[in-house]
């Protein structure tokens, strides 16, 4: 499932990619969640993920505060830090881009409002296949804060696997709206 999603999103045509991140970022924006939020959690996304860029300068545009992680693969956890400019950040393992410790301010994951949680696959009731590293699932065994998907209608199925220690997001963003976990 993992590497045919992964080939969908590669082979969007880029004007499509491109209208679908506009969708995007549109109604994440207008979202109640967003516009309670004061600390947005986000990746930078790189290569055939929906673009974060375009996000993240509207958070800093509203002045709010962008935290952005770091993956710490000898203790498989991940954490974040404060990004006030894109030269904070360094190109590490698998093409990524992270903030440098040295030049951020690291957060406690309680002081993030909103958790936008990367995934290539969602099912409707906000459980995620993720890109395989189990960061964020440990990350989110104790998110007390809101938490949502960004994803084209396409990654959004009726079901997917799940084990006990999955932890839906609250809601998944589509190019055509809002979906919310239960409700969907």
């Given at each position: ?103 951020t301010v690291r957060v406690n994951k309680q002081d993030i409002d909103l958790l936008i949680v990367p995934g290539l696959l969602f099912d409707k009731g906000g ?58």
């Open positions: 499932m993992r590497k045919g999603a992964m080939e969908e999103l590669k082979n969007i045509p880029d004007n499509q990619r491109r209208q679908i991140e506009q969708e995007l970022k549109r109604h994440l924006t207008v979202s109640d969640a967003w516009q309670s939020a004061d600390r947005v959690g986000i990746t930078v996304a790189k290569g055939f993920e929906w673009n974060t860029e375009p996000i993240i300068d509207a958070a800093w545009q509203e002045g709010k505060t962008v935290c952005v992680p770091k993956c710490f693969p000898d203790e498989r956890k991940l954490n974040f830090f404060i990004l006030d400019t894109y030269d904070q950040l360094e190109t590490v393992y698998h093409g990524l881009l992270e903030p440098k410790p040295s030049e459980f995620r296949i993720g890109f395989g590293g189990g960061y964020y699932d440990r990350f989110l065994t104790d998110f007390p804060n809101q938490k949502l998907s960004l994803a084209g209608s396409f990654q959004v199925v009726e079901n997917l696997p799940s084990e006990s220690y999955d932890i839906p997001v609250d809601s998944i963003i589509t190019e055509q709206g809002m979906l919310h976990q239960g409700g969907m």
